[in-house]
């Protein structure tokens, strides 16, 4: 009965909420003993808040009784990933520097979801302060992946990810810098979504690099995504960068016909090495949708294999910026020195783990005099290039589809003594984050070896509604986001 209702999607679930079938009480337990269960193998969170989500669960039962403020995500429990500040919880981005840091606020996506109701069960593991693609860098444990244990279940929002394919959470909250979204939610099997560069408030989120990071949601399914969605887009007055721009319903918009929707097929995101399963699922799913009714149509990205390389300038960059902020002074770690200086370098040498120095650094050099017009100013230039791109496909298509990750889930350790081979795994990702475009993965089909595999859909800027749309009807019409991981090894 108990992996029956945690089966369950969240619209699912709500309805036997609001029928009285069952309590958020109830479904929270059973949620929590679950997730405590496999917590040992699966190794999904940082921080389990059980008491805290009893406490939230009893409050949405008040709510479902007096059948007001009613809400898709009242009484239903989901996950946070550990870089969205949470209120006297502690809040670490994975990382010794912030190991004791309890915030004195809720991020705006936080609070909107404690608005709906829903119930928060933990915060999740990631790459420290978001940096990598496969959890293998947090400080505090290397998150697997529920189809094969002894796979990573990508990154940074590996945690989050992999929450949501066990069944630990109906739902849980990412973010995606250059693909840590979209990239474990295709290695995880469920639906990972990266909306528009200001659709979802940032205010509150522990900030990597402030012109790329989004926050967006995993789910089990599209209509829990477009749920999700619901809940957290809109203007926020406390981020500068939050769009002031009216939010259509996600859900209504969702279930209308993708007849006629003109799809493009970018020859460059299908390379001579990309993994011939990832190539062959992602093309079987270009094919059902043009069976679905769409119109398929060759595009091309000339500057994307460029991507990677103006990511690779433009994050460090950003991120040597924002990290400045952890001397061991104002919060946080601190490491005795004899003087401001040593304190300074002591603190950040023990604080900071080797990915996060080698990004600080790569950032450092790329900015300073000599070279700031040679690499930073060069990548901002490219990064125009690469949105004029796009913004010239989608003057002949509503859609683009592409791979999402190259491979499916890889073994641990397989790439992390090689920083390039590692960075190669967001190739077609990055791109999304540097045009500020929104992006969604969704399961397309599985490796010979029982790995998930994912398509990516790209829409116009704040056009999430076609990319939910497509991706329902894509969903559908097929089963693979009903397949249930077995946590096994191999």
């Known amino acids: 009965m108990k992996n029956e209702l945690l089966n369950k999607t969240i ?24 997730l405590e269960e496999i917590e040992p ?156 560069y200001g659709r979802v408030s940032r205010y509150g989120l522990i900030a990597f690099a402030s012109s790329l990071d989004q926050i967006g949601p995993f789910s089990k399914d599209v209509e829990d995504c477009a749920i999700m969605m619901n809940t957290i887009a809109g203007h926020d007055p406390k981020d500068s960068t939050s769009a002031d721009m009216p939010v259509p319903d996600y859900l209504g918009e969702m279930k209308k016909s993708i007849k006629g929707l003109r799809i493009g097929i970018p020859k460059e995101f299908f390379p001579e090495g990309l993994n011939r399963e990832v190539s062959v699922a992602v093309k079987d799913a270009i094919a059902k949708l043009q069976s679905l009714g769409v119109e398929i149509v060759e595009v091309s990205l000339p500057t994307s294999p460029y991507a990677l390389a103006v990511y690779y300038v433009l994050a460090p960059s950003e991120a040597s910026s924002n990290l400045a902020r952890y001397d061991g002074v104002r919060y946080g770690l601190r490491e005795p020195g004899e003087n401001i200086v040593e304190m300074y370098s002591k603190t950040r040498a023990a604080g900071f783990g080797p990915e996060v120095k080698r990004r600080i650094m790569l950032g450092t050099y ?12 060069k990548a901002l230039k490219v990064r125009r290039l690469i949105k004029q791109d796009y913004d010239k496909a989608f003057e002949k298509v509503d859609v683009i589809a592409t791979p999402t990750a190259p491979n499916p889930a890889f073994r641990f350790g397989e790439k992390t ?30 490796s010979k070896s029982g790995l998930p595999i994912g398509l990516q859909l790209i829409g116009k800027a704040f056009d999430e509604a076609t990319l939910l749309r497509t991706a329902y009807a894509y969903e559908q019409a097929t089963t693979w986001h009903k397949q249930k991981p077995g946590l096994k090894e191999d």
């Open 11 to 34: 619209h699912e679930v709500s309805a036997d909420l609001k029928s009285k079938k069952i309590s958020s009480v109830e479904l929270t337990k059973a949620a929590m003993d679950h």
């Open 417 to 446: 003594g090689d920083p390039l081979s590692m960075y190669l795994e967001d190739v077609f990702t990055v791109s999304i984050n540097i045009t500020g475009l929104p992006g969604l993965s969704i399961p397309c089909g599985m």
């Open 41 to 196: 193998k699966v190794q999904s969170f940082i921080t389990i808040t059980r008491d805290e989500a009893l406490k939230q669960a009893a409050e949405a039962d008040k709510r479902l009784a007096a059948g007001r403020d009613l809400t898709p995500l009242t009484g239903v429990p989901v996950a946070i990933k550990d870089l969205l500040c949470t209120k006297g919880i502690r809040t670490t981005c994975a990382s010794r520097m912030l190991e004791n840091f309890k915030p004195p606020y809720n991020a705006t996506v936080v609070e909107r979801l404690y608005a709906a109701g829903a119930i928060s069960v933990g915060k999740t593991n990631m790459d420290e302060f978001a940096m990598g693609s496969s959890t293998e860098t947090s400080y505090y444990k290397k998150t697997k992946n529920p189809w094969n244990l002894n796979c990573v279940p990508g990154g940074s929002s590996g945690g989050s990810a992999a929450s949501v394919s066990s069944d630990q959470a109906f739902a849980s909250l990412g973010s995606d810098t250059g693909g840590s979204i979209r990239q474990p939610a295709a290695l995880c099997g469920i639906v990972g979504f990266k909306p528009t």
């Open 366 to 377: 790329a900015l300073s005099s000599g070279y700031y017009d040679a690499y930073y100013l």
